[in-house]
């Protein structure tokens, strides 16, 4: 029953957590990011302003804070160790981007594609934000590099699994930003490969065999 209890507990802290950082980024893409304070936001998610900064211990983090990072140490994690570095960062970057935006886009792009890219905007337009994307961004390059599992003991090891990682998210982050100031037009897994093509080749992300 305990097990049960802390599920729910933990499902209910994501749902709300979701439901604050939804109501986050529309006050910040209605108001401005700058204008927009916490208590705001608060105000309009219905909750209390300690109850936002529970869950997003700055302001900064109602914006940056996502689960992509996760997906990706997950994907690579459970990634065949034999594939090379880069085809096994790349393959986990493709997957988590369909997971994040909900895959099938149909006639258009999903509520989940629509939300990431309002806070792909503020993170681009947004002084305030451009700083700390840096630091999670550097931060997903430590997550990847110890998903790879290399070994700490070995410095070549480490260094190629950084340098692999690096690459691979400076490919992304232009697919990002191309992907953001297109307002979305084309689905982002698709865009994000095609970045990781123009990098490494087709047969590095291309389906496995």
Sequence with gaps: MSDQHSTLRAQRRADTQRMIQAHAVRLFGERGYDATTVADVADAAGVSPMTV??????????????RHGRIVAERIAASPAAQPLVRRISRALIESAAMVTDGDRGDGPTAAEQFLLARLQLM?????????????HYALQQAI?????????????TFHAQAAAGAC????????????????RTAL?????????????????????
Excluded at 145 to 157: M, R, T, W
């Design 189 to 209: 897994p698709d865009l994000i490969a095609k970045a990781l093509a123009a990098a490494f080749g087709d047969a590095v992300v291309g389906p496995d065999a």
């Design 124 to 136: 681009i337009t947004t002084p305030a934000l451009r700083a700390k994307h840096l630091d999670n």
């Design 53 to 66: 900064y529970r869950h997003f211990p700055t302001k900064e983090d109602l914006v940056l804070i996502d």
């Design 145 to 157: 590099v110890e998903a790879l599992a290399s070994d700490a003991a070995d410095p070549d090891a």
């Design 169 to 184: 998210l400076a490919a992304m982050h232009t697919a990002l930003v191309r992907w953001a100031e297109d307002d979305g």
